[in-house]
């Protein structure tokens, strides 16, 4: 069984830890690779590479640094063909959605490019009489990733572009399901000239997280996953005296008001709720119909095309499929397990994703698209995150109503609103509890040269991922103040200094 190493210090590194993972390819069940899972002192040995990387990169140009990320981002574009494939295989995503998620990682490396205008920092002529201020925004150390599988690609490159862009050195540990992207983005980085030990990836569990989230060495960790995990990863890092940035879970409504353009509505709900069969923090999994006329419309375009939803392998030639599998049996047994407890609880199942069979691929992870309606707030489908192509309606009377819902979630990640009524999405982006809106955009993830991340439980600690927050994460500020005074000074002063 091909084994999926790690990568230290410039070299793919074989583990003795003696304790591996299976790696899946979700459309056939059949198990392709197995991942390492590195021991504490093996990942102890990838911070220790990354330690000694440090001063030497910390020192290069940021010049010099970025033009080794003009050459990464064009082997990610000669590569892109072979690196969608492998997302495709182990997530389980169809390939145009996995080659999405490698352009809008490439938009950080595009983002990272500019560092030496990033870096550049604040500078006062004349704070007081002959005394300038400026800023130094210097790299911390050796910083720490930890990724989740709904992106192998993307939230990888969300951390480290930006991150030795910055002059630091970087460990990433991505999810175990889908473990092989971050070791091609590793050979890649080297071929483009970053010198050994700036990039490293070890593979593992729990013990490897724990060592990067109390090792000294470390002093930043970047952390996207579930809430439950994400808490964890902020307490024990932040205990630990680090840095730290936990982006977990998600349960994104859409409100979808009277006066909204309908078909507009439906397609973007559609797209928002099963694309990437759900697995996606941004996901719209909560359409909040105002009005009972709204709903019964929204649900006559939505049932048709749920039906009609082409779901089957990621990769396939010919017509694409509109949806892969899930990425695991236990997580797709979790989602049909939800969709039993919706029935339960009492909403009304319209369109039931359970028990597909694609031909070819009996032993997929499939899921099929499935719509619920009359879906209240106490019920466990609305409370919980499903992480899979299952989308709820709630029914609610007026846009007061659909606002206190919505900020009444434990989770504030991303929300949408659609409308005519510009002063309706004007009012709606400045009342709701939610830290990425979208007006008639259902998956407001902004670009790279903005930050991403939400609010409430979806988010722990004060800086964003990419763009200005991810500058100021991944650097320490200080400020210079200086004088070069040309007569000597007469006299001590022993009040406080003020500037005159
Ligand atoms: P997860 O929390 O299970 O795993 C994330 C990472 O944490 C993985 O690398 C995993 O190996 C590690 N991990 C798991 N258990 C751990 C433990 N006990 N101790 C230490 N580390 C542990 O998440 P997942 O299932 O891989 O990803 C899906 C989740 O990620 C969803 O909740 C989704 O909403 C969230 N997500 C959020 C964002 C965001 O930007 N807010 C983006 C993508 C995904």
């Known amino acids: 069984m ?72 064009a082997l990610l574009e000669e590569n892109m063909d072979e690196l969608a494939r492998l997302i495709s295989n182990e997530h389980g995503k169809v390939y145009s959605d996995a080659v999405g998620e490698l352009t809008r990682g490439l938009e950080v490396v595009e983002f990272a490019c500019g560092i030496p205008h990033l870096l550049k920092g604040e500078h006062s002529l004349n704070v007081g009489t002959g005394v300038d201020s400026n800023s130094l925004m210097q790299p911390l150390g050796v910083c720490a990733g930890i990724s989740p599988f709904n992106f192998p690609a993307m939230v990888p490159m969300w951390m480290f572009p930006v991150a030795i862009a910055s002059g630091n050195t970087f460990v990433m540990k991505p999810s175990e399901k889908d473990p092989s992207t971050s070791v091609r983005l590793a050979e890649l980085l080297k071929q483009a000239g970053l010198p050994d030990g700036v990039f490293n990836v070890v593979h593992g569990d729990k013990e490897a997280v724990d060592v990067l989230l109390t090792d000294h060495r470390i002093q930043a960790v970047s952390f996207v996953g579930s809430t439950p995990i994400a808490e964890y990863i902020y307490s024990t890092a932040s205990a630990h005296g680090k840095r730290c940035q936990a982006l977990g879970g998600a349960k994104n409504h859409a409100v979808i008001m009277p006066d909204a353009d309908l078909d507009l509505a439906a397609n973007a709900l559609m797209g928002a709720a099963f694309g990437a069969a759900g697995e996606r923090c941004m996901a719209i999994s909560v359409a909040v119909a105002v009005g009972d006329e709204v709903a019964d419309q929204l649900i006559a375009r939505l049932k048709p095309q749920v039906e009609a939803l082409r779901v089957g392998p990621g990769v396939v030639e010919g017509q ?144 964003n991922v990419h763009g200005p927050d991810g500058v100021r994460f991944y650097t320490r500020m200080k400020t210079v103040t200086s004088r070069w005074p040309s007569e000597p000074q007469q006299s001590a002063e022993f009040s406080m200094p003020t500037m005159k």
Do not use: C
Request: charged share 20%; aromatic share 10%.
């Open 320 to 463: 694409e499929n509109d949806m892969g599998p899930l990425v695991s049996a236990v997580h797709r047994d979790k989602v049909v397990g939800y969709i039993d407890q919706g029935e339960q609880e009492g909403a009304e199942l319209v369109v039931d994703g359970r028990g597909l069979r694609v031909p070819g691929h009996e032993a997929g992870y499939f899921v099929g698209g499935t719509l619920f309606d009359k879906v209240t707030p106490e019920m466990t489908i609305y409370r919980e995150e499903i992480f899979g192509p299952v989308l709820a309606v709630v029914r609610v009377p007026d846009y007061a109503s659909a606002l206190e819902l919505v900020n009444n979630h434990e989770y504030g990640n991303g929300t949408a609103i659609f409308t005519r009524d510009g002063h309706a999405g004007r009012q709606f982006s400045h009342d709701v509890l939610a830290g990425m809106v979208g007006v008639n955009v259902p998956i407001p993830v902004p670009m790279a040269f903005h930050s991403f991340g939400g609010w409430k439980r979806s988010v722990f600690g004060p800086l």
């Open 2 to 73: 091909e084994q999926v190493l790690n990568f230290i210090g410039g070299e793919i590194t074989e583990s003795h830890s003696g304790r591996t993972a299976p790696v899946y390819n979700p459309a056939t069940g059949e198990q392709s690779r197995e991942v390492v899972l590195s021991s504490a002192d093996e990942v102890r040995s990838a911070i220790a590479a990354a330690q000694k990387a440090f001063p030497r990169w910390a020192g290069t140009s940021p010049l010099r640094r970025a033009r080794i990320l003009f050459k990464f981002k």
